[in-house]
């Protein structure tokens, strides 16, 4: 789907919010009631939760053989997200990062790969993290029995993605759908590329102690995700507790990963709302939770992406990244 239809789509369910949903006067006076207090804390709660998140990236590059400082990856981590939202329509926030990273030296391939695995398995954990939300839903009574039959497809589908997931995996299986293509297709320079990443993708797959590890970090972290939205709340004084929040947000975020809106702008917000209505929470509170959410994650990445900026040489640089081949130095992914 092309980027204006997306930010189209994001524009529109916006303002359906604002017209059908929502008394946006409302949603000004909870902004207003934001305690000082609950900003600076839900501030900390996000940098801590990049810095996990850069952390488990660092485990992956560290399996291929790079050494990634965490300060340094933090700064490229979060930079690469503000870059991302001002550059939407040249190159997104993975594409930035993996830029910014072979640019210091790390070969492009293994960039690539340790970007792919962080999100496959960040997929396949969410999704599950998802149906777990379902539950949590169904058993304090905010969905009733009708949603069942989405928590049965939901199973299904992450079957179907773990599967998927583990033929990947397998060399051997690969290696034999490699052999059944034409030889011309074989033996052309993007087949190349692709069995150069393959061999790397594999590799990584193979350090089974940092698969478990960023494994289990993913799921804490994503669990972890639900004390920001908490923050939030207590600070605009919404009535919502980490149990509700934990079945609410995972399912929020993992719709919202669809790729219909841009940035998941208004689709999450729509998914949010609703299931924070069922559960009886105001449709301006959710909002207010939602809105806040987006600006203070914003604020805490501007200190990381100011210091890349300065590290780096300032804006000229991002440039030159933007205008530079996906892997620097003479390497292709």
């Known amino acids: 789907m092309k980027l204006a239809l997306r930010i189209g789509i994001s524009l529109v369910l916006i303002v359906l919010l604002f017209a059908y949903v929502v008394d946006a006067g409302e949603v000004v006076r909870t902004l207003q009631r934001f305690h000082p207090t609950y900003i600076v804390l839900a501030l900390a709660v996000a940098t801590f939760d990049r810095i996990l998140m850069t952390y488990k990236w660092a485990l992956l590059l560290k399996a291929q053989g790079h050494d990634l400082p965490l300060f340094r990856g933090v700064m490229i981590y979060c930079s690469s997200m503000v870059w991302g939202l001002a550059l939407p329509a040249t190159v997104g926030a993975d594409a930035i990062r993996a830029l910014m990273l072979t640019r210091r030296g790390i070969s492009g391939t293994d960039v690539v790969t340790s970007i792919v695995v962080e999100r496959m398995l960040g997929f396949v954990l969410a999704l599950a993290l998802g149906l777990v939300s379902l539950l949590i839903l169904r058993s304090i009574d905010v969905l009733d029995a009708r949603y069942d039959q989405v928590l ?3 199973i299904a589908l992450l079957a179907g993605t773990i599967a998927l997931a583990l033929a990947s995996m397998n060399e051997r299986l690969v290696a034999f759908l490699m052999t059944r293509l034409p030889r011309r297709l074989r033996e052309s320079k993007i087949m190349h590329q692709l069995q150069r990443f393959t061999s790397a993708y594999h590799a990584l797959g193979n350090a089974r102690r940092t698969i478990v590890l960023f494994s289990g970090l993913t799921v804490a972290e994503q669990v972890f995700a639900v004390v920001f939205p908490w923050t939030l709340a207590l600070g605009l004084g919404v009535p919502a507790d980490l149990l509700l929040l934990l079945g609410v947000l995972p399912l929020s975020i993992l719709i919202s ?72 130095k003479g390497q292709d992914f």
């Open 257 to 328: 990963r669809l790729p219909i809106s841009f940035d998941g702008l208004g689709v999450f917000e729509a998914v949010f709302i609703g299931l924070m209505l069922l559960a009886g929470i105001p449709a301006e509170s959710a909002l207010a939770i939602a809105i806040s959410g987006r600006v203070l994650q914003l604020l805490a990445f501007l200190p990381w992406w100011l210091a890349q900026v300065v590290s780096t040489g300032g804006v000229k640089s991002l440039q030159r990244l933007e205008q530079s081949p996906l892997a620097a």
């Open 152 to 154: 049965y497809v939901g």
